[in-house]
């Protein structure tokens, strides 16, 4: 079983920036690949971003590409997301999720999240 413990959420102005952090344990970090999902109230949970095991793949939703970026650094068990030219409309709960699979847009392949952060935009 892997845990997970995001971080770094906040409030900021429309335009800024944001850094999140996914902290993973119990598991082997390279052996599977990392998602960040978001929901915002009223909504379903949507993909934003996703990396391989071996970082060599990276994929995002439209609405967020050329904004923000997923990283990861296996050595510390830990996903990131960066998150530039911030809009209100990406206003959520952030979450990292754990993919054995592949397939790394489908929410249905993610195994294990995290608690989630709270992201709010304002204008």
């Known amino acids: 079983q892997v845990q997970l413990v995001e971080s770094g959420g906040g409030l900021v102005q429309a335009g800024g920036s944001l850094r999140l952090s996914c902290a993973a344990s119990?598991?082997?970090?390279?052996?599977?690949?990392l998602g960040w999902f978001r929901q915002a109230p009223g909504k379903e949970r949507e993909f934003v971003a996703a990396i391989n095991r071996s970082a060599g793949s990276t994929y995002y939703a439209d609405s967020v590409k050329g904004r923000f970026t997923i990283s990861r650094d296996n050595a510390k068990s830990t996903v990131y997301l960066q998150m530039n030219s911030l809009k209100p409309e990406d206003t959520a709960v952030y979450y990292c999720a754990v993919n054995f699979l592949g397939d790394y847009l489908n929410y249905a392949r993610y195994k294990y999240w995290g608690q989630g952060t709270q992201v709010t935009v304002s204008l």
């Open positions: 119990g598991g082997t970090s390279s052996s599977y690949g």
